[in-house]
């Protein structure tokens, strides 16, 4: 098997989170591309041990692991407990990244004095409830929202889903073709809902949103509360 579609297997985090340790193992194999024979014979360890370990008849001690991690690169977080990359290399989480954008955005425009910025902003943080229409001035500010992070949420998805896949060439190619079937990641961000929800309004001059801003919002495996 191949680096690239070895790497394609392990998505976007580097691991599937149901896998032990057994099924990483055989993943770093197959990573690497080398047989279990010269994985053993670089370590110097036995055929019959690295072929248990595979097999999930055997378990590593420390030092074999810290072995494993200096002689081929590996990550022991991801080796041992499944967390991150193979390789360590940064994660990037995509959605946090975007809610973060917007917010820096949304607090730049109001900074300016952008007085449809600083009443969103209130909307928000639950001073205030949040607006039933969507009126030319806040329509405006959408848009300016949208065009300045539109980017972010596709980006960073393809940059994690990539990141371990070590050949240049084909990680590029991989890209583009995803980047070609996903216009634009999902978001459960309410600031993002609202700003795809302005996009298929039917008229910027008085159409009924519903937006839940207040209270806690799901997002990237946590609770996000807005103060």
Request: charged share 20%.
């Amino acid at each position: 098997m191949s680096d690239s579609s070895a790497a394609d297997r392990l998505g976007a985090s580097g691991v599937d989170p149901q896998d032990g340790f057994c099924a990483r193992f055989g993943q770093l194999l197959a990573a690497l591309n080398i047989s279990q024979n010269e994985f053993a014979r670089q370590l110097g360890s036995t055929s019959a041990f690295i072929s248990n370990l595979a097999r999930g008849k055997s378990r590593p001690g420390l030092d074999f692991l810290a072995k494993i991690s200096t002689t081929f690169g590996v990550s022991l977080d991801w080796l041992v407990l499944g967390k991150g990359t193979l390789r360590g290399d940064p994660f990037i989480d995509p959605e946090w990244l975007h809610t973060a954008a917007l917010r820096v955005e949304l607090a730049m425009l109001m900074a300016a004095g952008n007085p449809e910025a600083k009443a969103l902003v209130s909307e928000l943080l639950g001073e205030r409830p949040p607006a039933l229409t969507v009126t030319p001035a806040r329509q405006a500010l959408l848009d300016m929202l949208a065009a300045a992070t539109s980017r972010d949420p596709l980006v960073t998805s393809l940059y994690n889903r990539y990141l371990s896949q070590r050949d240049p060439v084909e990680r590029a190619r991989a890209a583009l073709r995803a980047a070609m079937q996903q216009l634009q990641a999902n978001s459960s961000d309410p600031l993002a809902a609202l700003i795809n929800q302005s996009k298929q309004a039917p008229d910027a001059g008085g159409s009924v949103v519903q937006t839940a801003f207040g209270g806690s919002n799901k997002f990237a495996g946590g609770d996000f509360h807005e103060h």
